[in-house]
């Protein structure tokens, strides 16, 4: 990132975004990958106690934080001061190992989407048995992050019947429920594949991976999201805590 757009990153979309706060209609969402003991890296590896001091912070703050299942409430769904729905992608084995009994200690409920062909065969990442031991436990909701992580932008060298049918039938067997909230990964999405997860599929909620407003598409919400980067400022952390840096998109663009 050169100077200026760091100046505008770190200064002027906290000011901008927070006097534009009103043009966020659904809840705010933030989200992380792995959490690790070492060093952090950017939006992939968050340092553990770089999460840990943000986790203090939502909780002493008073946020509400949201499971995906509660986003079927409408009330839930709608954006508001202090509500938030904390997020992780792939299904990295540290979102059990390093954070679930903090986040319970702090009251704190999350949610992870899965790569389904990673789930019990990579060692890095989560097993069926502690997903549903995640989701017993009532503070841990789950979507899906399709089956082989390919880039679905222009729906031409994915195979929608391994990615989202098959990815949905294995969620389901194994957890018991239909999965109703996707994630795109790489954030790689497009108008296309928009209009085709939000009528060719059940996903009622779509996240990616864009600084944006969300918004309805098709009576499915399409989800912007803010990334939480190991190395960038708690101010901006903050920021994006509260919606602010939904503004990007809308000043980039
Ligand atoms: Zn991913």
């Known amino acids: 990132m050169n100077y200026v757009k760091h100046f505008i990153y770190n200064h002027i979309i906290p000011v901008v975004g927070r006097l534009n706060v009103g043009k966020n209609k659904f809840v705010n969402v933030i989200y992380y990958h792995d959490i690790v003991k070492g060093e ?7 340092n553990i106690e770089v999460f840990k001091q943000q986790m203090e912070y939502i909780a002493k703050n008073g946020y509400t934080t949201l499971r995906f299942d509660e986003l079927d409430d409408k009330d839930n769904q709608k954006f508001e001061k202090k509500k938030v729905v904390i997020a992780f992608d792939d299904g990295w084995l540290s979102n059990y190992t390093e954070i679930f009994d903090f986040m319970k200690s702090l009251g704190i409920k999350y949610n992870i989407y899965l790569t389904i062909s990673e789930i019990e065969k990579n060692k890095d990442y989560l097993t069926w048995d502690l997903v549903r031991k995640m989701h017993d436990s009532g503070w841990v909701g789950f979507g899906v992050h399709t089956f082989t992580h390919p880039h679905v932008a222009d729906m031409k060298d994915i195979d929608p019947q391994l990615e989202f049918v098959q990815a949905n039938e294995i969620f389901q067997k194994e957890l018991g429920y239909e999965p109703l ?6 954030g790689s999405c497009s108008e296309k ?8 599929t059940n996903y009622k909620r779509i996240y990616t ?7 309805e598409q098709n009576g499915r919400i399409i989800f912007g999201r803010n990334g939480i980067s190991n190395d960038e400022t708690f101010g901006v952390f903050k920021a994006k805590l509260n919606g ?3 503004v990007w998109e809308t000043i980039i663009h």
């Not at 594949?193 to 060719?200: G, K, R």
């Not at 991976?209 to 918004?215: A, G, L």
């Open 40 to 46: 952090g890296q950017s939006f992939m590896q968050t």
């Open 193 to 200: 594949s928009h209009e085709y997860l939000t009528t060719q």
């Open 244 to 246: 602010y840096f939904n």
């Open 181 to 186: 909230d996707f994630c795109y990964p790489y």
């Open 209 to 215: 991976s864009t600084m944006m407003y969300s918004y």
